[in-house]
């Protein structure tokens, strides 16, 4: 009796096996040649299936790289401007602009030298002002910074965004800019790979600004402290020249934010007769390279 | 749905191969480049600011 259930429906197929598999055949053909309803359906569901799947790659990967070579080349083609610029205007070259001219920059010297470091003006809201290379992300990594924290116009677009409220690069107090750390670029990807002295450079029309890497902070989405001109110490008055950058924490995720601090080194100034521009060797390929 | 496209193109098996291919080039060419990027502004919304 247990044997039941399994015998009674193969009984047909022993009894009549060779009729019934041709005329299964002929009900498939038949189904073959007429596209079913069921069948599109499912084929139309594979389809979409495969199409959410690339959607995920293509965020992931795909977007990500393309965007990121659009702002690198955009960063490359600026820094090619300013030193156009830098070579058309003879103050640089002909006398040493006046900011350095004081106290000449001695090449070799790692300590912060005692120059007035140039301090631009703030620029109009989403224009492209600076350029970011950290050589720990790669010797090809440099992306513009633009004014504003604008999702649509600057950090979907792949760029950094500098906050308005803090300082400019350079300036005593906190240079804080923001960017994505996965799609639209992914310019902050490899935040968290950042080791302590760990070279950050800021390139502007008048030169390169060495900070150098600190700490990560993980902090609530309401963490404005960080933005503080003495991080986290809205009290203390500046006297040091900061960079922060913040990013989402946990990757992919927007609970948290990630943020690096850097502290002020030195300045590079531009010079188009210099050898790679008066750029830091560390980086005079990156400069050459995307230039 | 797909079998209905394969009947319905001309030619030997590799010509419709090669149409097939050339098709599915077109397809992920316009996904990659207008239509994830369209989609991408309703979904996956990352914050990476920080704000009061």
Known sequence: MS???ETAPSVPAVDGGRR???????????????????????????????VVLLYIVWQLWI????????????????SQEWNEQAQETPTPS???????????????????????????????????????????????????????????????????????????????GNFAIA?????????????????LGDHIFVETADGWYQYSFRNLEYVHPTGVGVLDAVPQSPETPATER?????????????????IAYGVFDRFYPRDPSAPDKGAPAEIAATVNGAG | MYGAL??????PWWVRVLILLVLLVAVL????????????????????????
């Not at chain 1, 977007?63 to 600026?78: F, I, M, P, R």
């Not at chain 1, 492209?128 to 950290?134: S, W």
């Not at chain 1, 992306?143 to 604008?150: D, F, L, P, Q, S």
């Open chain 2, 29 to 52: 060419a316009a996904l990659i480049f207008w239509v994830f990027p369209w989609v991408e502004q309703f979904v996956a919304v990352q914050e990476v600011t920080v704000e009061q």
């Open chain 1, 20 to 50: 019934s598999r041709r005329e299964h055949e002929r009900r498939r053909a038949r189904r073959g040649r007429r596209t079913s309803v069921v069948g599109v359906l499912g084929e139309l569901l594979i389809t979409a299936g495969l």
């Open chain 1, 63 to 78: 977007s990500e790289y393309l965007v990121g070579n659009e702002v690198k080349q955009q960063a490359g083609q600026l």
């Open chain 1, 94 to 172: 002909a006398t040493p602009s006046p900011s350095t001219s004081a106290t000449p920059e001695p090449s070799e010297d790692p300590e912060p030298v005692d120059t007035v470091i140039p301090v631009g003006t703030a620029p109009a809201v989403d224009k492209n002002f600076a350029i970011l290379m950290v050589p720990r992300w790669g010797s090809d990594y440099a992306r513009t910074i633009a004014e504003g924290v604008g999702t649509a116009d600057v950090l979907d677009k792949g760029k950094l965004g500098h906050y308005p409220s803090t300082q400019m690069p350079g300036a005593v």
């Open chain 1, 3 to 5: 044997a039941g259930p």
């Open chain 2, 6 to 11: 394969w009947r319905v193109l001309p030619g």
């Open chain 1, 242 to 258: 900061y960079i922060t950058l913040t990013s989402c924490n946990p990757q992919y995720t927007s609970r948290e934010r990630i």
């Open chain 1, 179 to 195: 960017a994505h750390r996965m799609g639209h670029g992914g310019s902050l990807h490899h935040i968290n790979e950042l080791q």
